[in-house]
């Protein structure tokens, strides 16, 4: 007879954290851990074939690591009969089953998620199976939900540097004491960002070391042959996938990039170059999204790793700001502004999302190379996304919500906390502000600047006009066209208006007219 359950822990896709403490009191004889692979997951946006992979293998490896230390494991698989293909669901046909005197689950990572939760068990204590419930915090963010509420508490605006510096403060990295016992930076500056905004030369990057791949195992093997035929028809490629599934081969990604490629990290972690996707970018967000990497541990690698003189501090301090400051900054502003942060627009876009984004056909030769390489890998680095793919959309016009929703589909990384706020606020400028002080808007000549892309283009990124002209120019000052009043008196914006300003008013005029033709051949518009 199988013994009655004392509690049904619930842990998510994005929480598989083998060693986390919500694990930690389980009493194999009277508690039960409860996991469920769903179509909701992958259906509600897109997603690429990729990313559905990873969260599930990476599953079932815990899984398998939990039945291993002898806990009892509810799991629910993709393809099993009677499957209800929701989250919230699956949670319900549990607890009928099993009965539990208390479900709980840690915090999730997605708004919908968590009123998805609640609203079960709302249902099932309304149908008379009374069972408590409670929701466990997510200690491995460094900063509390709480915590930067009260960081937030009073500002107009929301600042990430304020945030950073308060966070290497209280948590001791990068700091050293002085004589007086005040905690200053280590290396003199709390931030080196002047530091890490070098490109290549025209020789390129040269020799770069390739990151460790992870081949496919049988449990891989078997969910990529179950999302090849179940998604047949979703985005992306699974050829090239190696991606770390285990906590053991997210330690092992890890070391490689603190050996082979940080030293070498800050000063172009902004560049891009044909047919190098990874150059010398860490790929550990997604182990760390899902919970595989404690971002501690990797802060603390990092530092080690400058104090045992093996990095330059701009490139530890550069990483480290990725984590402890950005990382932690983007959950804290989903969470204070959710769900109202789903639905912002403060630039008024209203347009589609061109095709060219799930197939990667385009003339413009830098969206073409970060989407295909995004179809082929599920990903791409921060500046592709940020100021070639990003950049496009706002520049276009593109409504932000359909935006996010292609983030949130196509990157293996991509957890709606983290994914949103970087779409919408940061990419797309669509909160006004509140989140980053200006919108990242540049023209084809940074894209030149920062990579090799614009040498094979049949468009020059220094013209606006004219059959040569590059749309992401084109479309820059006629997006500056659009909200010179809104620009006009910002102090981050206002060299950008006024160089608008200089032209006649000719030239603005042809800018506006190439910018509307090339919003209808790329939308398909009459």
């Given at each position: 007879?199988?013994?009655?359950?004392?509690?049904?822990?619930?842990?998510?896709?994005?929480?598989?954290?083998?060693?986390?403490?919500?694990?930690?009191?389980?009493?194999?004889?009277?508690?039960?851990?409860?996991?469920?692979?769903?179509?909701?997951?992958?259906?509600?946006?897109?997603?690429?074939?990729?990313?559905?992979?990873?969260?599930?293998?990476?599953?079932?490896?815990?899984?398998?690591?939990?039945?291993?230390?002898?806990?009892?494991?509810?799991?629910?698989?993709?393809?099993?009969?009677?499957?209800?293909?929701?989250?919230?669901?699956?949670?319900?046909?549990?607890?009928?089953?099993?009965?539990?005197?208390?479900?709980?689950?840690?915090?999730?990572?997605?708004?919908?998620?968590?009123?998805?939760?609640?609203?079960?068990?709302?249902?099932?204590?309304?149908?008379?199976?009374?069972?408590?419930?409670?929701?466990?915090?997510?200690?491995?963010?460094?900063?509390?939900?709480?915590?930067?509420?009260?960081?937030?508490?009073?500002?107009?605006?929301?600042?990430?540097?304020?945030?950073?510096?308060?966070?290497?403060?209280?948590?001791?990295?990068?700091?050293?004491?002085?004589?007086?016992?005040?905690?200053?930076?280590?290396?003199?500056?709390?931030?080196?960002?002047?530091?890490?905004?070098?490109?290549?030369?025209?020789?390129?990057?040269?020799?770069?070391?390739?990151?460790?791949?992870?081949?496919?195992?049988?449990?891989?093997?078997?969910?990529?042959?179950?999302?090849?035929?179940?998604?047949?028809?979703h985005p992306g490629s699974l050829e090239e996938f190696c991606?770390?599934?285990?906590?053991?081969?997210?330690?092992e990604a890890l070391e490689a990039f603190v050996r082979d490629?940080?030293?070498?990290?800050?000063?172009?972690?902004?560049?891009?170059?044909?047919?190098?996707?990874?150059?010398?970018?860490?790929?550990?967000?997604?182990?760390?999204?899902?919970?595989?990497?404690?971002?501690?541990?990797?802060?603390?690698?990092?530092?080690?790793?400058?104090?045992?003189?093996?990095?330059?501090?701009?490139?530890?301090?550069?990483?480290?700001?990725?984590?402890?400051?950005?990382?932690?900054?983007?959950?804290?502003?989903?969470?204070?502004?959710?769900?109202?942060?789903?639905?912002?627009?403060?630039?008024?876009?209203?347009?589609?999302?061109?095709?060219?984004?799930?197939?990667?056909?385009?003339?413009?030769?830098?969206?073409?190379?970060?989407?295909?390489?995004?179809?082929?890998?599920?990903?791409?680095?921060?500046?592709?996304?940020?100021?070639?793919?990003?950049?496009?959309?706002?520049?276009?016009?593109?409504?932000?919500?359909?935006?996010?929703?292609?983030?949130?589909?196509?990157?293996?990384?991509?957890?709606?906390?983290?994914?949103?706020?970087?779409?919408?606020?940061?990419?797309?400028?669509?909160?006004?502000?509140?989140?980053?002080?200006?919108?990242?808007?540049?023209?084809?000549?940074?894209?030149?600047?920062?990579?090799?892309?614009?040498?094979?283009?049949?468009?020059?990124?220094?013209?606006?006009?004219?059959?040569?002209?590059?749309?992401?120019?084109?479309?820059?000052?006629?997006?500056?066209?659009?909200?010179?009043?809104?620009?006009?008196?910002?102090?981050?914006?206002?060299?950008?208006?006024?160089?608008?300003?200089?032209?006649?008013?000719?030239?603005?005029?042809?800018?506006?007219?190439?910018?509307?033709?090339?919003?209808?051949?790329?939308?398909?518009?009459p």
């Amino acid at each position: 007879m199988t013994p009655p359950v004392r509690t049904l822990l619930m842990i998510l896709g994005d929480q598989l954290d083998g060693t986390a403490p919500w694990l930690a009191d389980l009493d194999p004889a009277r508690d039960c851990v409860f996991m469920a692979e769903v179509d909701e997951e992958s259906t509600h946006v897109w997603s690429h074939k990729a990313r559905t992979v990873l969260f599930l293998s990476a599953m079932r490896h815990l899984r398998d690591e939990l039945v291993g230390r002898g806990l009892r494991v509810r799991y629910v698989r993709l393809d099993e009969s009677g499957n209800t293909g929701a989250l919230a669901s699956e949670l319900m046909r549990a607890v009928r089953a099993l009965r539990p005197e208390v479900v709980r689950w840690v915090h999730p990572g997605d708004w919908r998620v968590r009123e998805s939760l609640r609203a079960a068990m709302a249902e099932l204590q309304a149908s008379g199976l009374v069972v408590a419930h409670e929701e466990l915090e997510d200690t491995r963010f460094l900063c509390s939900r709480e915590a930067f509420e009260g960081f937030a508490r009073g500002r107009k605006q929301l600042r990430m540097e304020h945030f950073y510096r308060d966070m290497r403060r209280r948590h001791r990295v990068l700091v050293d004491e002085d004589e007086r016992g005040r905690l200053q930076p280590c290396g003199g500056s709390w931030n080196f960002d002047h530091d890490n905004r070098g490109a290549f030369d025209a020789r390129g990057p040269g020799l770069v070391p390739p990151p460790p791949r992870f081949e496919p195992d049988a449990i891989t093997r078997e969910v990529m042959e179950l999302v090849a035929r179940r998604y047949a028809d979703h985005p992306g490629s699974l050829e090239e996938f190696c991606w770390p599934v285990t906590a053991a081969q997210a330690v092992e990604a890890l070391e490689a990039f603190v050996r082979d490629r940080l030293p070498d990290f800050g000063r172009t972690q902004d560049a891009m170059w044909t047919g190098e996707p990874f150059l010398y970018h860490a790929l550990l967000s997604s182990s760390m999204n899902l919970g595989l990497l404690d971002p501690r541990a990797v802060i603390a690698r990092v530092e080690a790793a400058w104090r045992a003189g093996g990095v330059p501090i701009a490139a530890a301090e550069g990483f480290i700001r990725q984590i402890l400051g950005w990382r932690e900054y983007v959950r804290g502003v989903y969470w204070l502004r959710m769900p109202g942060a789903a639905d912002d627009n403060a630039l008024g876009a209203r347009l589609p999302l061109p095709g060219a984004y799930w197939t990667g056909e385009t003339e413009l030769r830098c969206v073409r190379e970060a989407v295909t390489q995004t179809l082929g890998l599920g990903y791409a680095h921060h500046i592709q996304r940020l100021m070639v793919t990003g950049l496009y959309a706002m520049l276009l016009g593109v409504d932000p919500r359909e935006v996010h929703r292609w983030y949130l589909a196509v990157y293996v990384d991509a957890v709606e906390w983290v994914e949103l706020p970087n779409t919408m606020a940061m990419s797309q400028h669509a909160d006004g502000g509140l989140m980053m002080s200006k919108p990242y808007a540049a023209s084809g000549k940074y894209i030149d600047r920062m990579s090799d892309y614009c040498a094979g283009c049949r468009y020059r990124p220094e013209q606006a006009t004219g059959p040569d002209a590059c749309p992401m120019t084109t479309l820059y000052w006629d997006f500056l066209e659009r909200h010179h009043e809104r620009f006009a008196a910002h102090p981050r914006m206002v060299m950008q208006v006024r160089n608008l300003e200089r032209r006649s008013a000719a030239e603005r005029e042809a800018i506006r007219a190439a910018a509307a033709a090339h919003r209808r051949a790329v939308l398909g518009e009459p």
